[in-house]
């Protein structure tokens, strides 16, 4: 019923429908396909609570229209002032998730002013930062802002928003972020929640406590919580690519000493330990999941990896796009 009469739907039927179909996980491309044209005709007619609604229900079930993502921005920036804390929070992270870089609207966000991001709630910062981080997106000032908002209040984080709050500091390692991001209050919550916490936040720890090696050289975590989080960051499994194998092969027939999938000190697997003249070298093969979309922009994860086993493994890291083999 609704593919028959979507244009007869205002445009806030629009927005509800997708959110709902997006909220219960049921992914209909003949409805988003079918939403599409009718938002791109009409979305002058949207409001900000609408826009936010709309892409974040396309990036919750997975469904990416880049005309659309791009058509929001357009019409999204001119009024970002009238979007509330959940609607901006929303919406980068709708962008980020589905890889959608705009630096035009991830430029504007990071100009809001201080006393709007005192608005934001925890899982409003915890969702942006994350967004910055997942796109790539560096801006110092926001990341200076979010600091000061939300130190005051970690009581109100959930494990999850605490650790994708550390975790995009971790990312981008900025200096001046380094007090708020290995503060002793948060290293406080983080461990009296260990138990709260899943395997994908140990491994995001477990990241950010090396970032507190790369900054401090020693870990922030109790020792034992870190080796639990370490034990399950290396216990990740990895899958060998095509790719890896005709990596592998050249080498092979290069004459060149290498060993495959090795696990270093700071509890990174790479694919290859290469040795040459007494001097090993780890060897990434970066496939289209290392970059940010369709781009040729690495991702702020891999980019992560490569900077803490440059900096603790004492490594060089050759990196081997997937498009220059």
Known sequence: ???????????????????????????????????????????????????????????????????????????????????????????????????HYSPQLFNKVAKIPQSRFREFNSQSIANTVWAYAAIGHSSPQLFDKIAEASLPR?????????????????????????????????????????????????????QWNLWAKERMGKGVL??????????VFGSEETKHSRFENDVARVLHNMGVSFEVEVQLNSGYSIDFLVSIDQRKIAVEVDGPSHFIGQSKNQSRQTQLKHR????????????IPYWEW
């Open 1 to 99: 019923i609704p593919l028959l009469r979507l244009r007869e739907f205002s445009s806030r039927d629009i927005a509800t429908t997708v959110w709902a179909y997006s909220s219960i996980g049921y992914s209909s491309p003949k409805l988003f396909d079918k939403a599409t044209e009718v938002v791109l005709s009409r979305l002058r007619d949207f409001n900000p609570s609408q826009m936010a609604n709309t892409v974040w229900a396309y990036a919750k079930v997975g469904h990416y229209s880049p005309e659309l993502f791009d058509k929001v921005v357009e019409v999204a920036l001119p009024c970002l002032h009238e979007f509330y804390p959940r609607e901006i929070a929303n919406t980068v992270w709708a962008y980020a998730t589905v890889a």
């Open 154 to 206: 970690l009581d109100e984080f959930s494990s999850q928003g605490i650790v994708n709050t550390v975790w995009a500091y971790a990312v981008f390692n900025f200096p001046s972020n380094f007090e708020f991001g290995l503060h002793s209050d948060v290293v406080r919550l983080i461990v009296s929640s260990m138990d709260e916490f899943n395997d994908t936040e140990l491994r995001q720890l477990h």
């Open 222 to 231: 109790p020792l034992d919580v870190a080796e639990h989080c370490l034990r």
């Open 308 to 319: 803490q086993i440059r900096v603790l493994d004492n490594l060089t890291v050759v990196s």
